[in-house]
């Protein structure tokens, strides 16, 4: 099987990277050519545009960081959709509103070609060890066909039914993760204004009912309050947060806690944070 990958960033460059590990033959493009060097070291195949990527591969996945990147490199004349064929695949790993999910499938379907979205939950650990949590919704015969490639970057895979559904649960994920982190943010910056040490107070949430893996690893970067290099831009959480929102109004849902945590995320975007790691919306609180 063929696969091309277009889109090499934090996230999308260690997926590529498992997928050329594996022995898949991979065709790669990115915006900025230079990040697909380590990967053509590895093996993989550099095209010129997403377009060629498109048309050397089976199944191209696509990796963008939002809905107008994803539709910069698949429509137009040198887009994914100009390389699609009847019988290939379209996956769309990225993390977007469902109206743009379905707009490609739509597009791809008249291609004659196959559509599948498979946001991901994880960040670049996960990424680069393959243990991405896989959400996959839209033609269920292209995700068997794309199995044995998702298999070997995501350790958890779930078939969700039609193309929305994916983004749906990708979103209400990210909901909960931003307003994880808000919370622990608040709970440290309250600490240590009063004078506790935020080591143990790291050891007493380890200890209880909302112990998680998240506050494990962010923990002693939030009590220095420092630098947080990207591992899922901050930036990116609160477009994530953004489209929940838009999303709850669609159907009609209040979000009153979310609403108060996409501000917050706001502010940190417009203090210079954008770039850094969404922890770090932990010095906006400890301002």
């Known amino acids: 099987m063929k696969l091309g990958f277009v889109g090499l960033g934090i996230m999308g460059s260690a997926m ?20 697909c060097a380590p990967l053509a070291a590895q093996g993989a195949k550099i095209a010129a545009t997403p377009r060629e990527v498109a048309e050397a591969a089976d199944i191209v996945i696509a990796m963008m960081a939002t809905p107008q990147a994803v539709e910069a490199a698949r429509d137009g004349a040198d887009g994914i959709l100009a390389g699609l064929r009847p019988g290939k695949g379209y996956v769309d790993m990225s993390t977007i509103d469902v109206e743009t999910s379905l707009e490609s499938a739509r597009l791809a379907r008249e291609k004659g070609a196959m559509f599948l979205e498979g946001p991901v939950a994880g960040s670049r650990k996960p990424a680069e060890d393959g243990l991405l949590t896989i959400m996959a919704a839209g033609d269920r015969m292209l995700y068997d066909q794309a199995l044995p490639a998702l298999e070997k970057m995501g350790k958890k895979l779930l078939f969700l039914g039609e193309v929305g559904n994916g983004a749906r649960m990708k979103l209400a994920n990210n909901l909960v993760m931003g307003g994880m982190m808000a919370a622990f943010s608040e709970g440290m910056a309250l600490a240590a204004r009063s004078g506790l040490d935020l080591a143990q107070l790291l050891e007493v949430l380890d200890a209880g009912a909302m112990t998680n893996p998240m506050f494990r690893l962010k923990g002693e970067a939030v009590a220095a309050n420092g630098h947080f290099p990207a591992a899922f831009p901050l930036k990116h959480m609160q477009k994530d947060l953004r489209l929940a929102i838009a999303l709850a109004e669609q159907v009609g849902q209040p979000l009153f806690a979310t609403a108060s945590v996409n501000e917050l995320f706001k502010e940190a975007v417009a203090s210079g944070l954008g770039d850094s790691d969404f922890a770090a919306v932990s010095r906006v609180v400890r301002k």
């Open 16 to 35: 590529a990277a498992n997928l050329v590990k594996a022995g898949f033959e991979v065709t790669v493009w990115n915006r900025t050519p230079g990040k």
